[in-house]
Structures are given as structure tokens and as C-alpha cells.
């Protein structure tokens, strides 16, 4: 007896079989006497392709160099597309098997997907409303730098604004605000905007120092006669905060991990921001670069007050907060400061961003299929006691002032128990009480030099501990008064005695 074959599907039939018992198909009575040839199953050639693809790029993503990081994108988005490849073929097999569950499970897949993209967006909606109240409150600190420099007596550089759509467009106005009527407006209403913010109630706290720092700031831009300040009104003006207020959030560990990842990707987006304001000599769109790191700067504190390590996949909060500070320092000094000397410090500020922060944006896996490195170790000694102080950011005076005088400071101290006391020591010897003499900070047989904007650095390797600190200077109110701030890290070993130490300082000048 001859065996029948299925002409469609290639399925062994019975004798008489009219219509095929695997596909359905109507065999006829030509039916082939002879096993055809099967077909090409081309859901399992894509699953198998996507596969071997997806192993391509992830050996590609390992690579230091940037080529390797190109290939690995590419194999990966090629991964994908076989991928969609497969489940394609797969869902056109399963049509012809039964139309009605192939219909069936479409309708379950979209509603599937509709509940994951609304559950998504509520479960991210709090990184959306910590942008929204930062980018009030960067447009907050864009109007009072500009009243800073209106109450000193300063000149507001305003040239044509020349940032591109980084970010910024629907961010900051893309406005020119010359006088103290225009940033008291302005003011006004950024201060009705983060009054009205609806919020959910874990980042509540933030939004309320937002709006009581914008409060703060309007008060006191309700002057008598706004052409003719008096010694009171520019004294009141002078007295409020750079920043909001430092608060604690109410902050899952995931949701804190995907505020510093979110953090980082916006700190990033400022570099190109800030490098098209230096090509365009843009002190007034630089001012705008300045109050955004202003601000993403005084998020992190926030953010890392209940949590002082932080860690995503690529860094921790430390790295990313002493970097803002940095960029903050930089863009500012353009705009008060030596332009040339400040565009130098922002190129150099660039020239090493760490991980998380240059990788911000950029997938760590292959769409969906690796799931990255593993979570960093924090730092190995991890804080017991911390307290942290935030740095003073208040406008730098160049032009050579004159930082001499004697001054008194007070340090906190962030490190592992071991080194604590050390620290301490180090920190009330060398920040506690200095001399500044010639524009110099002196110690020993050691003389740092001070810009003119007010910023001095220390790098140095002693006896096997490595010392690295931060001074800014400014001057405060009309009297020549001079406040000092800055930062310190403190790592080493030497006699087996290991330290690993960081810390802030505060303080101000107490005689000349």
C-alpha cells in the first residue's frame, strides 16, 4: 500500500483521508505518494540567530574600547529584530493550527501590555515629578543668580541664548532678565507653579523646601524702590539660601536607586548644554547650565540623607554628588568669574566623568536579554558616622580680592571606625583654624595658592595616605566679611594603619 503524505504540511495521512488531520488542509486525490520536502522553519532559525546574536553582544559590551561598545549595540538590536522575527512566525503557525486561540491570545497579549505600560507609568510617576520640581526650582535659582549679581552691583551679561533642544527647551524660559522687577516676576511665578505641584507623598518633603526656598526668595524681592535698594534690603537678600533646604524622602531602595540613575542621565545632559554656551561666549545660557547642577546637586544631598551609599549598577551617590559639585563650580565661575580659566576648568571637569555618570542613558544589557553587571560594591568602609554640611554656593568675587586673615572652620567627618579618630585630628588641624597670608594658605613649609575666584586645591601622597581638599572663598555682605567652604578625602595605609575617610567644612574668616 502506498503511504499518503499531506501536499501542505508534509503530515503522514491515512489512505482515504479527504483532509489533513495536522493543518487542516483539503489533500485532494493527487496527494503525493512520496514524503515531500518540510519546509524551512524560519521561527526556529530567528529564535537560534537571536540567540547566537545576543551572545555577540554581550562578549562585544565587555570590551574597553569604543568599537566594542558600537558592535555590541548593533548585535544586540539585530538580536532583537530576530527576535520579533520568531515570535512572528511562531504567532502565524499557531493562525493556521487554530484561529481562535491565535485571536485569543493577541487580545490577551495588548491587554497585557496596556496593564504593564499604565502600571510602569505609575510606578515611575515619582522620577517624572522629581524632574518637574527640579526644573522649578532651576528656573528658582536662575532668577536669584541673577538678582545676586543685581544686589552687588554687578552687570548681567544677557547675549542671545544659543542652547539647543538638550533637555532645556521646555525646561528653563528662554527668557532675558535684566532687572530686579523682571526676577521678582519671575519669581512669583515659579513660586505659584511649585505651590500648586501635585506630588505623591514620598517626595512631598522635597517639593515643600522648593516651595518654601521660593517663598523666602520672593519676600525678599518685594523691594521698597527696586531702582535704589537699601543697605536692609540688599543685607536681606544676601542672608537667603543658595539652595533649598536639604530634606529626607521617603524613598523605597529601589525607587532611590532609579532617582540617582535618573539624576545622573540629566547631570550628563549638561555638557553638551555647557559646551555650546562656552563655543557661543553665552554667559546668560551658562547661567541657566549653572542653576540646573545648582539644583541636581541639591537633590542628591536630599536623596542621600537617609541612604548616604546609594549604589546603581555603574556608581554610588558619593561619586555622583562630588561630581555635580564640580560642574556647578565650573559653570558658575563663567559666569562671575575669568571666562577662559572657567572653560578650561569645565573641559577638564568633563575629561573624566565617572561610570554612571557617562554611561547615563546607554543600555547595560541587550534588550532584555542580559541584565548587566551586578551592583557594585559599596565602598569598602562603609560610613558609622556621618554628617554632612552642604558646600556654600554662593557667587565667587575675582577681580583680586584679598582672602588674608586668620580663619576658623568646622569639619565633618565621614569614615570607618578604625580611622575615625585620625581623621578627626587631621581634619580640626588642617581646616579648624588656618592663615591665609599673600592670597596663600599656609601650613608648615606648604603654601596653596588661591584664584581668583576664590577656589584653592590640594593633591598630595604623605607618608603613604593620599590627601585630597577643596577651598572656596567667598565674600559675604558689604562689611568684607569671608565665608570658606570645601571638601576633603583622606585614603591610605602605612604601618598597618588603613584610613578611608571623606568630609566638608564650613566657616569664616576671624581676623585679618
Given at each position: ?13 491515512q ?11 483539503e ?53 532583537g ?5 520568531a515570535v ?13 486561540l ?49 544686589v ?155 541612604n ?22 565650573s559653570?558658575h ?33 541587550g ?28 557667587p ?31 581634619a580640626?588641624s588642617?581646616f579648624?583654624?588656618f ?56 585614603y591610605g ?20
Open positions: 500500500m502506498v503511504q499518503k503524505y499531506c501536499p501542505n504540511c508534509g503530515h503522514k495521512l489512505a482515504k483521508a479527504k483532509f489533513c488531520d495536522n493543518c487542516g488542509q489533500t485532494g486525490t493527487d496527494a503525493p505518494a512520496e514524503k515531500p520536502k518540510r519546509r524551512t522553519n524560519w521561527g526556529v532559525l530567528f529564535f537560534v540567530l537571536a540567540i547566537v546574536f545576543s551572545g555577540l553582544g554581550t562578549i562585544a559590551s565587555s570590551s574597553p574600547n569604543k568599537s566594542g561598545q558600537q558592535a555590541a549595540s548593533v548585535f544586540f538590536v539585530v538580536g529584530f530576530l527576535y520579533l522575527g512572528l512566525a511562531f504567532l502565524r503557525w499557531l493562525f493556521r493550527k487554530n484561529k481562535k491565535t485571536i485569543a491570545l493577541l487580545v490577551a497579549l495588548i491587554i497585557l501590555s496596556s496593564f504593564t505600560v499604565v502600571y510602569y507609568q505609575t510606578k515611575q510617576a515619582y522620577l517624572s515629578q522629581i524632574s518637574a520640581i527640579e526644573d522649578i526650582g532651576a528656573e528658582i535659582a536662575y532668577a536669584k543668580s541673577v538678582g545676586d549679581d543685581l552687588a552691583g554687578r552687570k548681567v551679561a544677557n547675549a542671545g541664548i544659543v542652547l539647543e533642544d538638550n533637555g532645556f527647551g521646555d525646561v528653563l524660559a528662554q527668557e532675558k532678565i535684566t532687572t530686579t522687577l523682571q526676577v521678582r516676576s519671575k519669581l512669583e511665578r515659579e513660586s505659584n507653579k511649585i505651590k500648586t505641584k501635585r506630588v505623591k507623598s514620598e517626595i512631598e518633603p522635597y517639593r515643600n523646601s522648593v516651595a518654601t526656598w521660593s517663598s523666602a526668595l520672593l519676600d525678599a524681592s518685594n523691594f521698597k524702590n527696586p531702582q535704589s535698594l537699601t543697605r536692609e534690603e540688599r543685607a536681606t537678600w544676601q542672608k537667603l539660601p543658595e539652595t533649598p533646604a536639604v530634606v529626607s524622602m521617603n524613598l523605597r531602595d529601589d525607587q532611590q536607586t532609579g532617582a540617582l540613575d535618573s539624576v545622573s542621565s540629566r547631570i550628563k545632559q549638561l555638557q553638551s548644554s555647557g559646551d555650546l554656551a562656552i563655543a557661543g561666549k553665552d554667559q546668560s545660557s551658562m547661567r541657566l547650565v549653572a542653576s540646573r547642577a545648582l539644583m541636581q546637586s541639591n537633590f542628591v544631598e536630599s536623596l542621600t540623607v537617609a548616604p551609599n546609594i549604589c546603581s549598577k555603574r556608581g554610588c551617590a558619593p561619586e555622583v554628588k562630588s561630581f555635580v559639585g564640580g560642574v556647578y563650580r559653570a565661575n563663567y559666569v562671575v568669574g575669568n571666562q577662559s580659566a572657567a572653560a578650561a576648568e569645565w573641559d577638564k571637569t568633563w575629561d573624566t566623568p565617572p561610570e554612571i555618570i557617562a554611561g547615563a542613558g546607554t543600555p547595560l544589557g534588550l532584555g536579554i542580559t541584565q548587566g553587571s551586578p551592583d557594585p560594591t559599596p565602598p569598602p568602609n562603609k560610613p558609622t558616622r556621618t554628617a554632612s554640611v552642604s558646600p556654600d554656593y554662593k565667587r568675587q575675582g577681580g583680586g580680592a584679598s582672602w588674608d586673615g586668620t580663619y576658623s572652620s568646622t569639619a565633618n567627618v565621614s569614615c570607618d571606625t578604625a580611622s575615625s579618630d585620625f581623621a578627626d585630628t587631621f580640626n588642617s579648624g583654624n592663615e591665609v597670608r599673600g592670597n596663600k594658605i599656609l601650613g608648615g613649609a606648604l603654601e596653596i595658592a588661591i584664584d581668583s575666584s576664590g577656589h584653592a586645591s590640594y593633591n598630595a601622597n604623605i607618608a603613604g595616605f593620599n590627601v585630597t581638599s577643596d577651598y572656596y572663598f567667598v565674600q559675604t555682605g558689604g562689611g568684607g566679611g569671608v565665608a570658606v567652604s570645601g571638601n576633603f578625602s583622606l595605609g602605612a604601618e598597618g594603619v588603613s584610613v578611608s575617610c571623606s568630609g566638608d567644612f564650613s566657616g569664616s574668616r576671624i581676623s585679618l
